[in-house]
């Protein structure tokens, strides 16, 4: 705890890290997988990675209009097929979003790692 008092209130992102790695840690000395002591941090991340996102198709049409569905109502579509398209457009965004999320979650998550289930030495700057 002593390094949490050293980094100081303005590095909020490090003191993060360094609770996450903390936290791994204790859940590893007991004798869990790598795996086993970071799944809650992965899916913590994971969520707070898409919360801009999931936001921003919460409030399609109704905060704003986007391109792609005023696009359509200008070329003649209906507004049901307009929304439609947009709606799927944001639901393919989100879904490749969630999809290199976890595909980058995946790799980054064994490189923290030892074989042997212990955290790695970070590598020197």
Same mark, same amino acid.
């Given at each position: 705890?002593?390094?949490?008092?050293?980094?100081?209130?303005?590095?909020?992102?490090?003191?993060?890290?360094?609770?996450?790695?903390? /936290?791994?840690? #204790?859940? &590893?000395?007991? =004798? *869990? @997988?790598?795996?086993? !002591?970071?799944?809650?941090?992965?899916?913590?991340?994971?969520?707070?990675?898409?919360?801009?996102?999931?936001?921003?198709?919460?409030?399609?049409?109704?905060?704003?209009?986007?391109? /792609?569905?005023? #696009?359509? &109502?200008?070329? =003649? *579509? @209906?507004?049901?097929? !307009?929304?439609?398209?947009?709606?799927?457009?944001?639901?393919?965004?989100?879904?490749?979003?969630?999809?290199?999320?976890?595909?980058?979650?995946?790799?980054?998550?064994?490189?923290?790692?030892?074989?042997?289930?212990?955290?790695?030495?970070?590598?020197?700057?």
């Amino acid at each position: 705890m002593n390094m949490l008092r050293k980094l100081g209130p303005e590095s909020g992102w490090k003191r993060a890290l360094l609770v996450m790695l903390l /936290t791994a840690a #204790g859940l &590893i000395s007991p =004798g *869990a @997988t790598a795996q086993q !002591a970071t799944t809650r941090l992965v899916a913590r991340s994971l969520r707070s990675g898409l919360i801009p996102l999931i936001d921003q198709t919460k409030t399609t049409g109704m905060v704003f209009f986007p391109g /792609t569905m005023v #696009g359509a &109502i200008l070329g =003649g *579509a @209906t507004p049901l097929e !307009a929304v439609r398209l947009q709606l799927i457009l944001l639901w393919t965004l989100m879904g490749a979003a969630s999809i290199s999320a976890l595909i980058a979650t995946g790799f980054a998550q064994g490189r923290f790692f030892t074989p042997a289930h212990q955290l790695a030495e970070p590598p020197a700057p």
